[in-house]
């Protein structure tokens, strides 16, 4: 069955360190894959996305993410956290069948001042 | 240009009873697809309505059950609530709900089965 894994339930960084998000996906052909943001109290917003081409995606509040067939993952980075950036981060694929997307159970980023 | 909104914000109901939730897709949108977040997990797809039609169901009872309306807003119904369903409910519009259709999501509805 697909699935998404999240392996880290929580990261802590300096505010101005950079940050990685990890996302291991099982599915046998290549998804479409979603990096989404949720902080309290708001919906879930799109960061950026992956379908095709280049494997180095970038997207919005200086967010990028490298798709990597080989090991199956997908992960978020930024070079320089901010305070704002302080949200709950999930990776998603969408499979050709339902069109549904497929969860990680997110990732907390706590940020230290 | 409005984005998706949900309502309620928050309900309270008891094991049971029945419950209709509601969201307004943005606009140019025909599709809605509903999710349920239980606490400290990823959103769960629900099922997807495409041009007032079903257009896919992931692995939810029949007492979940929905509709879309001829201006794509759509409802999500739940009977003979659970404790288990307590969750945040959200919905995603998207434009016609192929694969490369990005979902743009609402702040969702807080359901609480007591």
């Known amino acids: 069955a697909q699935s998404v894994t999240q392996p880290d339930i929580h990261i802590t960084v300096s505010e101005g360190a950079s940050l990685e998000l990890r996302c291991n996906y099982s599915?046998?052909?290549?998804?479409?894959l979603f990096w989404y943001v949720q902080s309290p109290g708001q919906g879930l917003q799109l960061l950026l996305k992956y379908f095709s081409g280049d494997t180095l995606v970038q997207g919005i509040k200086g967010f990028e993410a490298e798709f990597k067939r080989s090991q199956s993952s997908f992960n978020l980075r930024k070079p320089s956290v901010h305070w704002s950036d302080a949200a709950e981060y999930f990776c998603?694929?969408?499979?050709?069948?339902?069109?549904?997307?497929?969860w990680g159970a997110g990732t907390k980023l706590i940020i230290k001042p | 240009e409005t984005g998706v909104t949900q309502s309620p914000t928050h309900l309270i109901k008891t094991r049971g009873q029945q419950v209709t939730l509601r969201c307004s897709s943005q606009s140019g949108h025909n599709t809605v697809s509903w999710y349920q977040q239980a606490l400290g997990q990823g959103p769960q797809f629900i099922f997807q309505y495409y041009r007032e039609e079903e257009n896919g169901r992931g692995n939810f009872p029949p007492r979940f059950s929905g509709l879309q309306f001829p201006n794509y807003s759509s409802e999500l119904n739940v009977n003979a609530l659970e404790l288990d369903d307590s969750a945040l409910y959200l919905c995603?519009?998207?434009?016609?709900?192929?694969?490369?259709?990005?979902?743009?999501f609402g702040p969702g509805t807080r359901l609480t089965v007591l």
């Open positions: 599915y046998g052909a290549t998804p479409y």
């Open positions: 998603a694929v969408q499979i050709d069948s339902n069109y549904q997307l497929i």
């Open positions: 995603a519009s998207s434009g016609s709900g192929g694969l490369t259709d990005t979902q743009y």
